[in-house]
């Protein structure tokens, strides 16, 4: 499965963004979709999670500011982000996991960069 991600870019505080993730491949089923990010010296941290049922998981930082969602036909993931701050700096990797042939899986696509300047 490969994940191709779009939509990064860099905007003011205040600004939003759209970023966009598409999963290509062979996969019988894609359980949850989400995004990460790791911003340079820091481990890399939840920001968003949705499940194929459409549960959602935001980290505390996010919550009220980012959306998460899901389109389970096209396999593909989105998070609008909104209200952006300084800290939201980061490169933001699209994730998902699920069952190929029986086996837990799980695939990271290359990561997006995002840059918001006060």
């Known amino acids: 499965v490969q994940l191709q991600a779009s939509g990064g870019g860099s905007v003011q505080a205040g600004g939003s963004l759209r970023l966009s993730c598409a999963a290509s491949?062979?996969?019988?089923?894609?359980?949850?979709m989400g995004w990460y990010r790791q911003a340079p010296g820091k481990q890399r941290e939840l920001v968003a999670t949705i499940t194929d049922g459409g549960s959602t998981n935001y980290a505390d930082s996010v919550k009220g500011r980012f959306t998460i969602a899901r389109d389970n036909v096209r396999s593909t993931v989105s998070l609008q982000m909104n209200s952006l701050k300084a800290e939201d700096t980061s490169t933001y990797y699209c994730?998902?996991?699920?069952?190929?042939?029986?086996?837990?899986?799980?695939?990271w696509g290359k990561g997006t960069q995002v840059t918001v300047s006060s």
């Open positions: 994730y998902c996991d699920g069952i190929l042939w029986g086996t837990s899986v799980n695939y």
């Open positions: 491949g062979v996969i019988n089923q894609i359980d949850t």
